[in-house]
C-alpha cells in the first residue's frame, strides 16, 4: 500500500476491492472462445475455436455521453453498463457481425468500489443480453481531472462475420420494406439537448411524474438501451437482410440513409409504430416542431432492417419469437432522403 499515493488521492486499496466485488460478474459473461479472465494484461479470445471459413472482424467503440449526468443526480448506477454495451453491439450487428468480446473503460474522480459494481454488473448484463464476453478493461482514479462523484464510461467490441454475409447496404434497392424494431426509449442520444430541456429550461425534479410516464421523469430517462443483437442473429439465419442500421444520434435522417445504396431514400410511414411518450412529454416542453424531433432522438424506433417484399412476413414472425415489437413502417424509395407520409 502506498500512503503517498493515497495522500494524492488515489486508493490502490479500493482498486483492489472494485476487482473483487466485479469478478462475480465478469464472469457471467463466459461464451465459447473466451480465454482469460480479467487480470492479465492482455485479453484473450480464440477466434479459430469459432469455425469461420473467411472471417472478418468488425469492431466499434463508444460511450454513453451525458446520460451520464443523470445518473449522478439520480444516484442509480446499475443501467448506464448496458447503455455502453448496447451502443457499441449494436453498431456492429448493423454490418451483420456477431459480437465476440467486449472491454470497458471507467475513468473516476474517487473509487469507490459499490459504485464500481454497480457500473460493471450494468456491463455484464448488457454482455449476456448480447452474448459477448467481457475480457477485460480498465478502472482509472484520476483526482482533479473529475469531481469525486463523478465518472465516464466508455467501451469496445469486436464481432465477427464471414466474409460473403457482410450487410454493407448494396443489396438495397427501391420497393424494399423497412420494418422498423421498437426502441426502449430515449437510449443514449440526445441528452445534452434532454437536460436542457428539463433541468435547464424548465428546472423540473428529476423525482417527477408525468400523467404519461408509468414511472419517474429520472427513471423513465435512464431505462437502458435496448440490444437488438440475438433477435438480428436469429433473423439473419435465414432471411437475405439488405440493411441494417441503428438509430442513433441524428435519429431517422442521419442513421437510416447509411444502409442504403446512394440515389436511394426512404418513405415513412406516420402512425405505424407508437412513439413512446416520453418522446411525447420531451416535445411538449421544448415546443420542437416533430419534424426536429426526427432528427435528434430515434423516435420509438431503434433498429431498422429493410428486406425484399417476399421476406416481411417470416422476418416479422421470427422478431416476435424473439420478443421484439416491430413493425412495417415505410418502404425504400428511388430518391435521396428521408420523406414521412
Not at 4 to 29: F, N, P, W
Not at 68 to 82: E, P, R, S, V
Not at 286 to 315: R, Y
Request: hydrophobic content about 40%; aromatic content about 8%.
Amino acid at each position: 500500500m502506498s500512503n503517498r499515493y493515497e495522500e494524492a488521492g488515489v486508493s490502490l486499496e479500493a482498486g483492489y476491492e472494485s476487482v473483487e466485488r466485479i469478478k462475480k460478474h465478469v464472469a457471467r459473461t463466459f461464451r465459447p472462445g473466451m480465454v482469460s479472465g480479467i487480470g492479465s494484461f492482455g485479453g484473450l479470445f480464440d477466434l479459430a475455436s469459432l469455425g469461420y471459413q473467411e472471417p472478418m472482424l468488425v469492431s466499434g467503440t463508444d460511450g454513453v455521453g451525458t446520460k451520464l449526468k443523470l445518473a449522478f443526480m439520480m444516484d442509480k448506477h446499475d443501467t448506464i453498463g448496458q447503455d455502453v454495451v448496447a451502443m457499441c453491439v449494436n453498431d456492429v450487428i448493423a454490418q451483420g457481425a456477431a459480437p465476440l468480446f467486449f472491454l470497458d473503460y471507467i475513468a473516476v474522480g474517487k473509487n469507490y468500489p459499490k459504485k464500481i459494481e454497480q457500473i460493471v454488473k450494468g456491463v455484464a448484463d448488457g454482455c449476456v443480453q448480447a452474448n459477448c464476453a467481457l475480457i477485460g478493461g480498465e478502472t482509472a482514479e484520476m483526482p482533479d481531472m473529475y469531481d469525486v462523484d463523478d465518472y465516464d464510461v466508455a467501451g469496445f467490441t469486436v464481432g465477427c462475420v464471414e466474409k460473403k454475409k457482410i450487410i454493407t447496404g448494396e443489396k438495397t434497392k427501391a420497393g424494399d420494406v423497412v420494418i422498423g424494431l421498437a426502441s426502449s426509449g430515449v437510449h443514449s442520444n440526445g441528452f445534452s439537448l434532454v437536460r436542457k430541456i428539463i433541468l435547464k429550461d424548465h428546472q423540473i425534479d428529476l423525482n417527477a411524474k408525468f400523467d404519461e410516464l408509468s414511472d419517474s421523469l429520472g427513471n423513465t430517462l435512464l431505462t437502458p438501451t435496448r440490444i437488438y443483437v440475438k433477435a438480428v442473429l436469429e433473423v439473419l439465419k435465414t432471411i437475405d437482410v439488405h440493411g441494417i442500421a441503428h438509430i442513433t444520434g441524428g435519429g431517422f435522417h442521419e442513421n437510416m440513409p447509411r444502409c442504403l445504396n446512394p440515389g436511394l431514400g426512404i418513405q415513412i410511414d406516420m402512425g405505424s409504430w407508437e412513439i413512446l411518450p416520453i418522446f411525447h412529454v420531451l416535445q411538449k416542453l421544448s415546443q420542437m416542431p416533430q419534424s426536429e424531433m426526427f432528427h435528434v432522438f430515434n423516435m420509438g424506433i431503434g433498429m431498422i432492417l429493410v428486406v425484399a417484399e417476399s421476406d416481411v412476413e417470416k422476418t416479422l414472425a421470427i422478431l416476435q419469437q424473439c420478443n421484439e415489437k416491430a413493425s412495417v413502417i415505410g418502404r425504400v424509395i428511388d430518391q435521396e432522403g428521408i420523406y414521412f407520409q
